[in-house]
C-alpha cells in the first residue's frame, strides 16, 4: 500500500500535467461559445470520455495495436501533430477550418479529446507508465487525472467568466501558438524518429 500511493500520486502528477487541461479552457470555452450549459457539460463529458478511451486501450494493448494495424508510432505521431497544428492555428488566428461555428462547438469534446488532451504525448506517458508500473497504479492514475480535467473542463465557463471575455480571448491566441509550437515539435521528433527506421 506505502508502495502504491507513491506510485498513484507520481503517475498522476505526469499525466494531469501531459494534460494540461488549464491549457484546454480557453479553447474549450471558445469553440463552445453560446452553448447552453447543458451542452457545455455534455462537450466536457465526451472529451474526457474520449481521452479515457484511448488511454485506457494504450494503457491495456500498448504497441500491439500498432502491429495489429501495421503502424508505427512515429506515423501516429506525426498525423496527431498535424492535427494539433490546424488546431493551433485555427485557435491563434480565430478561423475555422472547414466547420460552421455550430458545426465546431457541436464537435468541442472529440476535438478538445485528442489530440489536444490525449495526444501523442499523453499515449507515450502512458506506455511508459505501464512499463514501469504495470497496469494498476496508471489506471488509477488515469482515472483521477480525468476526474480532474473533467472538473476543469466543466467548470470551464465560470473559470472564463472568472478571466473575462478579454483575458480568455488573449489567452486563447497565444495558447493557440503555443499548441501550434508544440505540434511542430511532436511533426519533427516523428520524422526523426520514422527516418531511423525506415
Known amino acids: 500500500m506505502q508502495a502504491f500511493l507513491p506510485g498513484v500520486l507520481y503517475a498522476f502528477a505526469a499525466l ?39 488511454m485506457y486501450v494504450f494503457l491495456v494493448f500498448n504497441t500491439a495495436i500498432f502491429t495489429i494495424l501495421g503502424l508505427n508510432f512515429p506515423a501516429f505521431q506525426i498525423a496527431g501533430g498535424f492535427i494539433l497544428f490546424l488546431l493551433g492555428v485555427q485557435e491563434a488566428l480565430g478561423i475555422e477550418l472547414g466547420h ?6 457541436t464537435a468541442a469534446g472529440v476535438v478538445i479529446g485528442t489530440p489536444l488532451l490525449c495526444g501523442p504525448g499523453t499515449i507515450t506517458t502512458v506506455m511508459l507508465l505501464s512499463k514501469e508500473y504495470g497496469l494498476l497504479i496508471p489506471f488509477a492514475a488515469i482515472t483521477l487525472s480525468l476526474l480532474a480535467t473533467w472538473l476543469v473542463l466543466y467548470y470551464a465557463e465560470g473559470i472564463q467568466r472568472i478571466l473575462g471575455d478579454v483575458v480568455t480571448d488573449i489567452m486563447g491566441k ?3 501558438m503555443l499548441v501550434a509550437a508544440i505540434a511542430v515539435n511532436i511533426i519533427a521528433s516523428g520524422i526523426l524518429a520514422y527516418l531511423a527506421i525506415i
Open 100 to 105: 460552421t461555428k455550430e458545426h465546431t462547438a
Open 174 to 176: 497565444v495558447l493557440g
Open 16 to 54: 494531469f500535467i501531459i494534460l494540461d487541461p488549464l491549457l484546454s479552457v480557453p479553447i474549450f470555452a471558445a469553440m463552445t461559445k453560446g452553448q447552453p450549459p447543458e451542452e457545455i457539460h455534455k462537450q466536457a463529458l465526451i472529451a474526457v470520455a474520449v481521452a479515457g478511451a484511448l
